[in-house]
Nanobody, 129 residues
Framework: VQLVESGGGLVQAGGSLKLSCTATARAGAILSMAWFRQAPGKVRHFVAAIGWNGGDTFYADSVKGRFAVSRDNYKNTIYLQMNSLEPEDTAVYYC???????????????????????WGQGTQVTVSS
């Protein structure tokens, strides 16, 4: 499985960005996927996740109401629409996925780094004040 993110950049506070992550997996595999972020000198934190069929979504409290995760399974791509960005959102954003045969997402496991087996290279998001 390979994950490739895109869409990061520099934006002013209050602005918006949309990140994309395209997955390359074995034929027919549709992955549940998630976004994490890591600010300089800090640990990697959960941001949002979406189940393989798009029916289940999960968000960190810090981004609820501002960020929205979605997916297009025909393109094997998930998106993170980020609105009302704040300087505190500045971080490298990583796309990640568990093994295709791994457990389903629940509100109890989705934020655990240990759940995930594959990671993208990350994309930088910088929000200026």
């Amino acid at each position: 499985v390979q994950l490739v993110e895109s869409g990061g950049g520099l934006v002013q506070a209050g602005g918006s960005l949309k990140l994309s992550c395209t997955a390359t997996a074995r034929a027919g595999a549709i992955l549940s996927m998630a976004w994490f972020r890591q600010a300089p000198g800090k640990v990697r934190h959960f941001v949002a996740a979406i189940g393989w069929n798009g029916g289940d979504t999960f968000y960190a409290d810090s981004v609820k109401g501002r960020f929205a995760v979605s997916r297009d399974n025909y393109k094997n791509t998930i998106y993170l629409q980020m609105n009302s960005l704040e300087p505190e959102d500045t971080a490298v954003y990583y796309c990640t996925a568990p093994h295709p045969d791994g457990p389903a997402f629940t509100s109890y496991n989705v934020g655990s780094l240990n759940l995930y087996d594959y990671w993208g290279q990350g994309t930088q998001v910088t929000v200026s004040s």
